[in-house]
């Protein structure tokens, strides 16, 4: 028998259309960890991947991220017969005299971050993590709790994690300082951007961190809040503005637009409508919620995302180290248990009892100007064209925030050669190079606007270079026109979706003097030259293998050539389209040169910056 690595997935096999199955899943995820627990319980460490904070600050995270979803499941009566560890590894690990002792907290340090779980838990379910300790041990808990909280916390969706701890205290009976709290609730109010929407920090950057960071605990907290509450009205109120915008990041198949940082907490993008359920606040229709939800996971069924033992690997759609950040551990991935919120509501909550309904046919393309996105829904796939984002602190930060295109059922590339000009997937960015090995992309914009549908961006991929890039939706297809201004002549190369390829020479390829075309086992890509001002040769590259964050082998349609000095205008047009989708005839027809005139009155007219790039850099 030829292992199918699905199958060492613990999701494989569960349907995922009850909350029966949603338990299940829970209970089958966790069980893999249970070796890997230390002696005295407080420490999980599942391999020798290191982040860049020390080995006790891991090991909690193994320990204290689970608690994301076996606390809601416990406290809506689930039955869960390893408490006893946790409320063992929690008394150990806050004992400065124990050996597995988590070690002393410290400004900015990663176990604020795994403290919110633990104290999201002990006020859901303290029978199981307080009540069976000593009073030694509940003094240790107390004062590790109480020490965390006066320490800084990272200036983005980490202040809601003393929060989390707040709620733990007040519902122990324990008394602290409730100012340090209500400065950085003040503070998170200062990241809002109106219509549902936050930034992640005073940082270029808004992505998946919105819904499963600053919403979720926003919604934690409102649930958890005297009704009547200001603040948890008012978190309230912004998930109902966010929940039809963050649809749109769905494709009707239950995946996510594949785009920003820490995407290997996977089914995490979930969180927000488990959220939803758990404040419930039913933002959108409950079948709506659910189905959203629910598809997601069964997305997320499918694929090979575990090792042999069945523990969540580091990667998004298979075990993938490269596209990793250096906060991520071995336990990082188990971020992905807050997708288990809605287990705290009872079979008969309106929730698990509505039917899922499809999703929704939304105004499309659907131009979002906090994000600085326009969405588009394709067969089996959602597509954002985006422009003013970056985040240069994460490795591959270009590639995670500053590509033209992202996309759920194709995600995207992260390169692995920073002298691989002639290997590189480039998919859905512009590369350049002055010596054929290096090479240059968009890493941050100088500016960004968005008009109606379409975006607009000047960038420079060197200080002699200047590129203003336009991107208008054109049916399934996109539309990119480059003017490029540049003091000397230059190789470039420009890519398509990253789609998955065939074992050995089976994928079909078809070139003409201005087009590619590459149909893979499950897809069909094109990349089409509408009149540039310079020729480009047609290219069905085959990047290297573990790049892409969906499917480990791809092809990439590219257009390459040759940049003189002075001005240059690129004007291309790329689709990527499931088979099954198409028609007949193959592809649809490629869309006409658009009018460039036009555009320039529409962004002279209508033009508004993105918001994601008021941030000064």
Not at 153 to 158: C, E, L, T
Not at 309 to 330: A, H, K, T, W
Not at 498 to 525: K, M, Q, S, W, Y
Request: hydrophobic share 45%; with cysteine.
């Amino acid at each position: 028998m030829i292992l199918d690595p699905v199958s060492q997935n613990p999701l494989c096999s569960n349907p995922l259309v009850t909350r029966d199955d949603v338990a299940e899943a829970l209970l089958d995820l966790f069980d893999p960890l249970l070796p890997y627990f230390s002696n005295g319980n407080a420490r999980v460490r599942l391999d020798a991947v290191a982040a860049h904070f020390d080995r006790a600050a891991a090991d909690l995270e193994g320990f204290a991220r689970p608690l994301w979803g076996l606390a809601p499941f416990a406290a809506g009566g689930g039955d869960f017969p390893h408490w006893h560890r946790f409320a063992q590894g929690l008394a150990n690990g806050t004992d400065p005299a124990h050996p597995e002792f988590w070690g002393r907290v410290r400004d900015k340090d990663q176990r604020l971050v795994e403290l919110a779980a633990i104290g999201f838990a002990l006020c859901l379910v303290p029978q199981h993590l307080w009540d069976p300790q000593s009073a030694a041990a509940k003094a240790n808990i107390a004062a590790y709790l109480l020490d965390a909280r006066r320490y800084d916390y990272a200036a983005n969706n980490w202040k809601f994690f003393r929060v989390m701890v707040d709620l733990a205290l007040e519902r122990l009976g324990i008394d602290f300082d409730r100012a340090l709290s209500e400065t950085y609730l003040d503070e998170l109010d200062g990241f809002y951007l109106g219509e549902g929407w936050y930034r992640d920090g005073n940082e270029r950057r808004i992505d998946h961190y919105i819904a499963f960071a600053m919403h979720f605990y926003g919604l934690i907290h409102a649930r958890l809040s005297p009704p009547g509450d200001p603040r948890g009205l008012r978190f309230r109120e912004r998930a109902r503005a966010f929940a039809p915008d963050f649809r749109a990041w769905f494709d009707a198949d239950g995946g996510t637009l594949a785009f920003g940082r820490s995407m290997t907490y996977r089914f995490a993008c979930a969180g927000f409508w488990g959220a939803l359920a758990f404040a419930e606040e039913e933002a959108l229709p409950w079948g709506a919620v659910k189905g959203l939800y629910l598809r997601h996971l069964r997305w997320w069924a499918e694929r090979p995302i575990a090792f042999g033992d069945g523990v969540l690997s580091i990667g998004y759609g298979y075990p993938q180290l490269s596209m990793s950040e250096s906060y991520n551990s071995g336990g990082s991935p188990y971020w992905a248990f807050k997708a288990f919120l809605p287990l705290m509501l009872p079979a008969a909550h309106p929730f698990w009892t509505a039917q899922e309904t499809p999703l929704a046919d939304a105004p499309l393309p659907r131009p979002q100007r906090h994000p600085g996105m326009v969405l588009l829904q394709t067969p089996g796939n959602v597509v954002a064209l985006s422009s003013g984002q970056q985040n240069l602190a994460m490795r591959a930060g270009p590639e995670k925030y500053a590509k033209f295109a992202y996309a759920s059922r194709y995600g995207f590339s992260v390169e692995m050669d920073e002298r691989g000009f002639e290997t590189a997937a480039f998919d859905n960015t512009l590369a350049f190079s002055e010596d054929g090995l290096h090479y240059r992309v968009r890493e941050t914009n100088e500016t960004a606007e968005i008009a109606g549908d379409a975006l607009r961006a000047r960038w420079r991929p060197f200080t002699d270079v200047e590129v203003e890039t336009t991107l208008v939706p054109a049916g399934a297809w996109h539309l990119r026109i480059h003017r490029i201004r540049s003091a000397r002549p230059l190789a470039i190369a420009e890519g398509g979706f990253a789609i998955e390829r065939g074992e050995g020479d089976a994928d079909r390829v078809e070139t003409t003097a201005d087009r590619v075309e590459v149909e893979g086992p499950h897809d069909v890509a094109a990349i089409v030259d509408l009149g540039s001002s310079v020729a480009r040769r047609p290219v069905a590259q085959k990047p290297l293998p573990n790049t892409n964050l969906v499917v480990s082998k791809t092809s990439v349609a590219q257009l390459r050539g040759d940049l003189p000095a002075g001005e240059t205008l690129l004007v291309t047009a790329v689709v990527a389209l499931p088979r099954a989708a198409l028609a007949e005839g193959g592809l649809p027809p490629v869309p006409a040169m658009p009018d460039l005139a036009a555009l320039d009155a529409r962004f002279a007219r209508d033009g508004r910056t993105v918001s994601a790039i008021e941030v000064a850099p």
